[in-house]
């Protein structure tokens, strides 16, 4: 071949492409303004506030608790961590019980499921039905177990991500406490 069918065929080439790089693009939207984007809770921040049936029926807000911490944990009964430490948070609950507020919010399993937890294992701090996420996806839960440690003005102070043991929960309840 020769160098000016190269260059001919180099052209052709060049010019197709281009040609599909242009009718092939997605068109350009118009920025209509501040994107609807949540970030999870972070410390020193206002926790979310949020409505969930608790595994009795009733219904719990989490603004309603002002005045007292909250120890808000994320699990779910398939999660073993989850299990593993929820002996320790049982504990804990009823050594501050009156003082601090225990919530568990159970990622996306129905009611029945938490009720046959709560029962088999005696758990007396409300467990919270979020059958659809919609808490779990407010506050970024992205790894099972988190807690959430929320101060009695509704900051949030710690975001912990992992198995709690006893004595890291109360150290942390202690610290809520004395905020």
């Known amino acids: 071949m020769t160098r000016f069918r190269w260059t001919i065929l180099i052209l052709?080439?060049?010019?197709?492409?281009g040609a599909w790089i242009v009718f092939?693009?997605?068109p350009i939207v118009a920025f209509t303004g501040i994107p609807n984007l949540t970030e999870a809770p972070l410390a020193g921040?206002?926790?979310?506030?949020?409505?969930?049936?608790t595994s009795y029926g009733e219904s719990l807000t989490l603004s309603d608790l002002r005045g007292q911490p909250v120890v808000l944990n994320f699990w779910a009964?398939?999660?073993p961590p989850c299990r593993a430490e929820m002996?320790?948070?049982q504990a804990t609950s009823r050594k501050f019980n009156g003082r601090v507020a225990f919530l568990g919010v159970d990622q996306g399993e129905n009611a029945g499921t938490i009720i046959k937890f709560r029962d088999e294992n005696g758990i007396t701090y409300p467990l919270l039905v979020d059958e659809d996420n919609t808490v779990n996806d407010t506050y970024g839960?992205?790894?099972?177990p988190t807690t959430i440690f929320i101060n009695a003005d509704g900051v949030v102070t710690e975001v912990y991500s992992g198995i709690l043991n006893?004595?890291?929960?109360?150290?942390?309840?202690?610290?809520l406490l004395e905020d």
């Open 77 to 79: 009964t398939w999660c």
């Open 166 to 175: 006893r004595a890291i929960l109360e150290s942390r309840v202690q610290r």
């Open 45 to 53: 921040y206002m926790a979310p506030d949020f409505t969930l049936p």
């Open 141 to 144: 839960i992205r790894a099972l």
């Open 12 to 17: 052709l080439v060049a010019f197709l492409g």
């Open 24 to 26: 092939s693009r997605e």
């Open 87 to 89: 002996p320790d948070l």
